[in-house]
Nanobody, 124 residues
Framework: QVQLAESGGGSVQAGGTMRLSCVAS?????MAWFRQNPGKKREAVAA????????IYADSVEGRFTMSQDDTKDTVYLTMNSLTPEDTAVYYC????????????????????WGQGTQVTVSS
């Protein structure tokens, strides 16, 4: 069983920067970040194929957020710049095994492993 653990959430003012981390208990194929607010559907943020570092972003965060990995390929980061109150959510790390299309990489139904989530709050 793959376990994922996020860290790095908290509160920040609009325009600020925050970095989230997610560590996997073993090497897996793909990792992604999703976010969710109460009563709303879970939203894709970014996803990465760990073998080659190929990354895709949701339109809402393109140019502001950067997903990266460390050399061990079991840890990914989400660096969030120019944060706005609309970025407030619980952020979840997800992972899966196998090969997926770009569209599938941003679909939460394709992910088998999930972290516990970390709250990000952006104040205006």
């Amino acid at each position: 069983q793959v376990q994922l653990a996020e860290s790095g959430g908290g509160s920040v003012q609009a325009g600020g920067t925050m970095r989230l981390s997610c560590v996997a208990s073993t090497i897996i194929s793909n990792m992604a970040w999703f976010r969710q607010n109460p009563g709303k559907k879970r939203e894709a943020v970014a996803a990465m194929r760990l073998r080659n570092g190929w990354t895709i972003y949701a339109d809402s965060v393109e140019g502001r957020f950067t997903m990266s990995q460390d050399d061990t390929k079991d840890t990914v980061y989400l660096t969030m710049n120019s944060l706005t109150p609309e970025d407030t959510a619980v952020y979840y790390c997800a992972g899966n095994l196998g090969v997926y299309t770009a569209h599938q990489m941003l679909d939460d139904r394709e992910y088998d492993y999930w972290g516990q989530g970390t709250q990000v709050t952006v104040s205006s």
